[in-house]
């Protein structure tokens, strides 16, 4: 008989001073940047009670010894920012702290040099997260302006319809207007199909119903003192 081992293991993570968090290099343009806070703030909005981390251009720290991966658009969820959120450690995502992926990671592609179909597919798929999702409405990269992959065994499969069914979220393509522009932006969508609204559309939609009230009353909201 062999006799059992005590084994210790001892992990060395990187020094979090070292860590670049950030670097404060303009990257965006104005259509992405509409898209990240459209995303960014109807999950917000709609899923209050829900512990998660929606956010943009945050670096994930996913490999030791390796640089962060920077998605458009990452969700986490039941993760939360500590409270001391300026301490270096915390100011961006260290998945040995967080203690999982990302469930999602979106890239908004606006040209070719950002390497979403091969190295970054790589790997998000590497630190298993869930779902990848690529919007180019400018058709850099392929003929298809949104494709979703779902992570299933070690791989991704890219999926038929833009369903992601372990978060319950929908996340279809929508023409309409957004912060005074018409264009076709993703939306979320819950499974009932119905859109998730963001702080400013539930206010409007909220004012609607009370002008509609005051009509069924008899009375002009248009004519309501100010």
């Not at 702080?199 to 909220?206: F, M, N, T, V, Y």
Request: proline content about 7%.
């Amino acid at each position: 008989m062999v006799d059992q081992l005590a084994i210790t293991a001892e992990v060395a993570f990187p020094d979090a001073s070292q860590l670049i968090t950030e670097d404060d290099t303009p990257v965006d343009n104005f259509a992405s940047a509409k898209q990240q806070r459209l995303l960014g703030s109807s999950l917000y909005s709609a899923l209050e009670e829900k512990v998660f981390l929606a956010e943009a251009n945050d670096g994930i720290y996913h490999t030791l010894s390796q640089p962060p991966i920077v998605p458009d658009v990452f969700v986490s969820f039941n993760v939360q920012v500590p409270q001391d959120w300026w301490e270096k450690q915390n100011r961006c995502y260290l998945v040995w702290n967080f203690g999982k992926p990302p469930e999602i990671a979106i890239e908004l592609v606006s040209n070719k040099v950002g390497n979403e179909l091969t190295n970054k597919f790589a790997t998000y798929e590497h630190m298993r997260v869930s779902y990848y999702v690529v919007y180019e409405p400018s058709l850099q990269l392929s003929d298809t302006p949104l494709r979703l992959f779902e992570l299933r065994g070690i791989h991704y499969s890219e999926m038929a319809e833009p369903w992601l069914e372990q978060v319950s979220l929908g996340l279809p393509p929508w023409e309409g207007e957004f912060e005074g522009r018409q264009d076709t932006w993703l939306r979320w969508r819950d499974a009932e199909g119905a859109i998730l609204l963001t702080g400013d559309e539930q206010a409007e939609q909220r004012a609607d119903r009370l002008a509609e009230f005051l009509r069924s009353q008899g009375i002009d909201p248009d004519q309501l003192p100010d």
